[in-house]
């Protein structure tokens, strides 16, 4: 059975020449955002989902952690796992004891948590909008709005910490009226990995179902 993490569905990831004209303020916080990621061997952090759908009457919580070194992640939430070496994806399903496997295609994939920081550098014009106070935190919200005109999201708000440069929670906003924010907490940085962080280890699922989409 196919399955799609729902957490994947941030945001779609664009393959489009960056805006000529971007607004600078807001262009040098996400660069100093992207920076300090991106200086980073690996971090990891809890995070809450949220989707809603008023018109649908739907809100709906995820909680879980995530772990992040590079192009690589691992994340767990609600009895399921997606893990992310860069090259393959595994979708584990505990419930069904289910493991789907996928190419990883950067080009044409939904946002994954270690692009977070760096979305906004392809097909997405930026936009300053306030500073405001979040948990108590100085921050700044920062509006993308993609070039393409036929992508289902029309606007993605991120919250950055004005300080350290953190981000607080990436929110997304769908033409069909979803809501979906992504919120990191308890941000720990340079944490242990090694390679197996990031494969899916068949031998620790005993009857495990491969269901290979590759």
């Known amino acids: 059975m196919t399955k799609h993490f729902s957490l994947l569905a941030l945001a779609a990831t664009l393959a489009l020449p960056a805006a000529a004209q971007q607004d600078p303020k807001a262009g040098k916080i996400l660069d100093a955002v992207s920076a300090k990621y991106t200086a980073l061997k690996s971090f990891q952090a809890s995070f809450t989902q949220t989707l809603e759908n008023p018109a649908a009457k739907l809100k709906q919580n995820i909680t879980g952690d995530v772990t992040v070194s590079g192009q690589k992640y691992h994340l767990k939430a609600s009895g399921q796992e997606v893990i992310n070496d860069g090259k393959t994806t595994w979708t584990y399903l505990k419930n069904e004891n289910e493991v789907n496997i996928s190419e990883s295609d950067p080009t044409n994939q939904d946002m994954s948590p270690a692009q977070m920081y760096t979305m906004y550098k392809k097909g997405y014009k930026y936009t300053y909008v306030k500073s ?18 036929k992508n289902d999201v029309f606007k993605v708000q991120i919250v950055v910490g004005t300080a350290d440069k953190a981000i607080h929670s990436v929110k997304t906003f769908k033409k069909n009226g979803t809501r979906t924010t992504f919120t990191l907490k308890n941000f720990k940085a ?3 990995v090694t390679a197996t962080s990031f494969a899916f280890d068949k031998a620790q699922h005993p009857g495990v179902k491969v269901v290979d989409l590759r």
């Open 132 to 149: 405001l106070k979040d948990a108590g935190v100085a921050s700044d919200l920062i509006e993308l709005s993609p070039e393409d005109r």
């Open 190 to 192: 340079n944490v242990p």
